[in-house]
């Protein structure tokens, strides 16, 4: 198998994918593109490598793909296998070498740069890296200081933006004003049709306990003073030396 056939292979598994020849002229040529905006992801050519500007007279494939960084753009084709883009100059388009100069993994890696960088938000929401988030947890209203003591999954409602795999570290408002746990998203999106009268709950999110922290390590005083943090009214990020510092602790 080409080194081309395998990128196909690996972006119609990963991204559902498959490659489009929209030139009758060169059949060689093939696009891949979003299935929602249907924007290029990457464009697939069969060129002279005296066009490309290398040596040798055969022709060879490579791949462009889009990097959201121009500097990187910049550092990568002072490489070996990396080139300008070939036909498409602007906006950090690069061309790279399908011809076993870049190793295969740095192939896909780049492509999964170029989905990103050309995806919709949507798109880019559903393909992103799993993330950390601060969610609050009202004892008023669930008896969260116990539930895990009960079982080791419990439902939650969904936050915005929260996706499967995401970590939250759940801060128990007052009376006890503290992160006190860290639990695992394990799916998102279950629809929940109850309806509170002080709360709205749109989807659900199963969380699994993953540690728990005395009240005093991570308080509303210590969140404060030491990191910053002033309020937790709905799901938001978490600096990097809090994020660092909660996974330094040891499960008590």
Known sequence: MTVKNEVFTYCKEKYGVCPETPWPRFPEYAVLRHRDQKKWFALFMNVDREKLGIPGKENVDIVNVKLSDPLLADLLTRQSGYLRGYHIMRGNWISILLDGTVAYPAICQWLDESFLATASAATRQKYRHCKEWIIPANPAYYD?????????????????????????????????????????????????TQKHSNIRIPSLMPIRLEKRYDEERFSFAVLKETYGIRAVRGPRGIPDQLSRDLRKEETT
């Open 144 to 192: 969260i200081i116990h539930a895990f003591d009960r079982q080791e999954e419990i439902a939650w409602k969904q936050g915005r933006g929260i996706r499967t795999g995401d970590t939250v570290y759940m801060y128990v408002a007052a009376p006890v004003s503290a992160v006190m746990y860290r639990c695992r998203v394990m799916e998102t999106d279950i629809p929940y």
